[in-house]
């Protein structure tokens, strides 16, 4: 049984939401502002939040920020009925690792909450993985740079996890999608970018601010995919 937090303000969708969940077999926390489920957020662990965006009291991207501060391994699903792409991006950016549009299928919303959780779930092995000074702890979901910790949001550890998988390899767009958030796709795939382009910032400030350090690059392969060069290093 996971540990699930509802943050929706409309009352009709919230109890459909939290209906649905509890039905699935989950411990539902429910939440209609920002301030309670920051309040919800830190009264114990949690293993995935469904974060309205239009909340009326706390922007939910100030909210999923600080989600993201506290519970660190949470996954974040924003609700969004923003039309704009650059509000969905600014959500992805804040922590979120995936986002639905309202209005929304439950089904969608259910299947995606299932594939989520059941990634998370996988055993992981004792395998660790070095490039260069990159060290990715696979049994602990860590990885580090000479001992430092990179700030791994827990879709960007499987990304980062599965690119290394087949290093010097490209892997085509599809395949990480199908991988990493293991659900059918409809639509943009601005979540895999927005992914990419936090892994590639944290290599980046670790590089600037360790001496001699080598690192694998994340290279766009156009047309196609992305490709973890460990030739870079």
């Known amino acids: 049984m996971a540990t699930l937090l509802v943050v929706e303000d409309e009352e009709r ?6 209906s649905a969940l509890v039905a699935n077999g989950h411990d539902v926390r429910r939440a209609t502002t920002g301030a309670e489920a920051l309040h919800a957020a830190s009264a114990g662990h949690l293993d995935l939040a469904l ?20 519970q660190p391994g949470c996954i974040v699903v924003v609700l969004t009925a923003r039309k704009d792409e650059m509000d969905v991006v600014e959500g992805l950016e804040s922590g979120a690792d995936d986002y639905l549009t309202k209005p929304f299928r439950l089904t969608e919303l259910l299947a995606r909450v299932r594939a989520h959780l ?3 779930s996988i055993a992981p092995t004792a395998e660790t993985l070095e ?5 990715i702890d696979l049994a602990a979901r860590r990885c580090h ?12 550890f499987d990304l ?5 998988a087949e290093p010097d390899r490209a892997v085509s767009r599809v395949a990480l999608i199908d991988d990493v958030w293991d659900t059918h796709w409809y639509g943009s795939t601005k979540t895999l970018d927005v992914h990419i382009a936090a892994l590639r910032r944290q290599l980046t400030d670790a590089a600037a601010h ?13 047309g196609h995919g992305y490709r973890l060069d460990t030739r870079a290093e």
């Open 160 to 164: 980062l996890a599965r690119l290394a």
């Open 131 to 135: 490039y260069g000074d990159l060290t």
């Open 51 to 70: 974060l309205d965006l239009g909340l009326p009291d706390i922007d939910g991207i100030d909210v999923c920020r600080e989600l993201r501060r506290s």
């Open 145 to 156: 740079i000479h001992g430092n910790d990179l700030a791994l949001r827990p879709k960007e």
């Open 118 to 120: 059941r990634r998370a």
């Open 13 to 18: 969708i919230g109890e459909l939401l939290t």
């Open 210 to 222: 360790t001496e001699h350090v080598r690192l694998p690059a994340i290279t766009t392969v156009r």
